[in-house]
């Protein structure tokens, strides 16, 4: 299986600072001939399934503000919060649907 | 609007199986594939399997192979997941979730609507 780790496991942010969470996969996960990269983030705020955010690495999902946004490839990828706000407080989580899906420990974000 | 609602909280002794459901409404349960992700209290998410709804074809983490079983009951847009020989480890809140394309736009890029959870406590 391709595993996902992430760093740092917690970040706290002062409100309206920035918030950059890394993933790095085991194997690449870009798809060359495709030209895309398998890889997918999510929030999840307690007692809440889990929010797809980001999908194709760098796609964000409908409604989700445009100050998340992610980048990378290949193996290194990024989860920037331009400007954190309250309700930016959750654990983000990367994924991996180049094979056999596999997520990330995850990285709780908190208000500093 | 899409809806996933899973059963109610599960109590059982090792040793023993649990079968969760998980209900679609608000489209064609058959046209989206299902999968299924657990999460231990505090702990990550942990990705267990897949189903296509519409042939009953599945495919199940290494981990669970043997133990889990994916079905259907397509005329009741319900699918379930069915763990056995259940020990305290596999005490989790488990999620259906639907992969956010359907089968015929190709592939999906990740999950895109999840049911609420259900808990499932393994004790003696």
């Known amino acids: 299986d391709i595993v996902m780790t992430q760093s740092p496991d917690s970040l706290a942010v002062s409100l309206g600072e920035r918030a950059t969470i890394n993933c790095k996969s085991s194997q690449s996960v870009l798809y060359s001939s495709r030209n895309k990269n398998y890889v997918a983030w999510y929030q999840q705020k307690p007692g809440q399934p889990p929010k797809l955010l980001i999908s194709w690495a760098s796609t964000r999902e409908s409604g989700v503000p445009d100050r998340v946004s992610g980048s990378g490839s290949g193996t290194d990828f990024t989860l920037t919060i331009s400007s954190l706000q309250a309700e930016d407080v959750a654990v983000y989580y990367c994924?991996?649907?180049?094979?056999?899906?596999?997520f990330g420990q995850g990285t709780k974000v908190e208000i500093k | 609007q899409v809806q996933l609602v899973q059963s109610g909280a599960e109590v059982k002794k090792p040793g023993a199986s649990v079968k969760v459901s998980c209900k679609a409404s608000g489209y064609s349960l058959r046209s989206y594939d299902i999968n299924w992700v657990r999460q231990a209290t505090g702990q990550g998410l942990e990705w267990m399997g897949w189903?296509?709804?519409?042939?009953?074809?599945?495919g199940y983490a290494q981990k669970f192979q043997g133990r889990v079983t994916m079905t259907r009951h397509a005329s009741i847009s319900t699918v379930y997941m069915e763990l056995s020989s259940l020990r305290s480890e596999d005490t989790a809140v488990y999620y259906c979730?639907?992969?956010?394309?359907?089968?015929?736009?190709?592939?999906?890029?990740?999950?895109?609507?999840w049911g609420q959870g259900t808990l499932v406590t393994v004790a003696s």
């Open positions: 189903m296509d709804p519409d042939t009953g074809n599945a």
């Open positions: 979730a639907r992969l956010n394309a359907p089968r015929t736009a190709g592939e999906g890029s990740g999950f895109d609507y």
């Open positions: 994924q991996q649907y180049y094979s056999t899906p596999t």
